[in-house]
């Protein structure tokens, strides 16, 4: 498998991203911005995600419970050890499996699954920190908290002892996508500036590989690149 993937096409691609980036910093934040990438690793065979780790690409993205774990043991070989963030959608009933194997849970979107990591991380003794996936667009077809009741959902879980809100993800509708990156930026300076009880909002994580320069430009200082890392995919998650 993991010889369909080219090291230096990976590397190079990485180059670009990384080029691109500080090209946009430069041009439209402040001097002191620092973006981070992560590498979204859906479907890449885990040796090949490994090649960016050891280029210093150390955050992992992963969509599924299930791929995850069959590429955990990998990802950790030779003393690596990434940070992996969950950015897919999470059923409730999942959280067990992988409450003490990741730094972070990007895609949490309702009390019910608030309250599971809540009660697990306490048992397990740990706190999770977690990002509010944001639906944007108003789409129907995509998880993520309406921005209308991101208010609700952000008093909820704040008293929750084992959770730490640490800010915002989202995933913008493909069309007129600058018009809803601006307002997810908007979003999320508006709410760090109110410095709420039990929230800190320092991670607006906004930006795939079609719209990553542009998200940076509105704000997000985490962008999670896929196909433009790796290669297209051979089927979609
Ligand atoms: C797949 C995926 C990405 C990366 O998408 P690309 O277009 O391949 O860069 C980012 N975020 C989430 C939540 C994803 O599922």
New binding site residues.
């Given amino acids: 498998m993991a010889d369909s993937y080219s090291y230096d096409a990976v590397m190079n691609n990485l180059s670009v991203i990384r080029e691109n980036i500080n090209e946009v910093c430069d041009r439209y934040r402040s001097k002191d911005t620092a973006v981070e990438i992560m590498a979204?690793t859906?479907t890449v065979p885990p040796e090949v995600v490994n090649w960016v780790y050891d280029s210093g690409l150390t955050l992992f993205?992963e969509?599924r419970v299930q791929e995850f774990l069959s590429k955990k043991d990998v990802y950790r070989l030779d003393g690596r050890n990434p940070k992996v963030h969950i950015?897919?959608h999470l059923q409730t009933n999942k959280v067990k499996y992988i409450i003490n194997e990741v730094e972070m849970i990007q895609s949490v979107d309702s009390v019910k699954l608030a309250q599971e990591i809540n009660r697990l991380a306490k048992a397990n003794n740990r706190t999770m920190d977690i990002l509010c996936e944001v639906n944007i667009g108003g789409e129907e077809s995509k998880s993520g908290v309406s921005a209308e009741n991101l208010n609700e959902l952000l008093e909820l879980i704040a008293p929750m002892e084992n959770i730490r809100v640490r800010g915002l993800m989202t995933?913008p509708p493909p069309t007129d996508s600058d018009i809803f990156l601006g307002r997810m930026g908007e979003l999320f300076s508006k709410l760090r500036d109110e410095k709420r009880d039990g929230i800190s909002m320092d991670i607006l994580s906004m930006g795939?590989?079609?719209d990553y320069a542009e998200a940076v430009k509105y704000g997000s200082n985490l962008v999670?690149?896929?196909?433009?890392l790796f290669g297209a995919?051979n089927y979609n998650?």
């Fill in positions: 979204v859906k993205g969509n950015i897919g995933i795939m590989t079609h999670r690149i896929g196909s433009g995919r998650i």
